[in-house]
């Protein structure tokens, strides 16, 4: 199995990104997709979560009104549109696959910074 995070970077305040994470070696239709994310110092932290189908998602209230996340079953992928990013935006964003079991990605990159 392997979850494969893409699209971290440097952004500056009011900026965007999108995440993506590619998965392989599950039936990805059956897993529910979350995003989490760690601060330094932090607590890992859960972002964004969507259902197997993507029928529905939920947000941190850090986040909501400002971040997105979709998924696409044909390609086996799920998204994280972050728009407005802030400083407290700033972390290493993991892709978690669940069904009964669960799986990680070893997590990508966010700083934002002017």
């Known amino acids: 199995v392997q979850l494969v995070e893409s699209g971290g970077g440097l952004v500056q305040p009011g900026g965007s990104l999108r995440l993506s994470c590619a998965a392989s070696g599950i039936t990805f239709s059956s897993y529910a997709m979350n995003w989490y994310r760690q601060a330094p110092g932090k607590e890992r932290e859960l972002v964004a979560g969507i259902t197997s189908a993507g029928g529905s998602t939920n947000y941190a209230d850090s986040v909501k009104g400002r971040f997105t996340i979709s998924r696409d079953n044909a390609k086996n992928t799920v998204y994280l549109q972050m728009n407005s990013l802030k400083p407290e935006d700033t972390a290493v964003y993991y892709c978690?696959?669940?069904?009964?079991?669960?799986?990680w990605g070893r997590g990508t990159q966010v700083t934002v910074s002017s």
């Open positions: 978690n696959a669940i069904f009964f079991i669960s799986y």
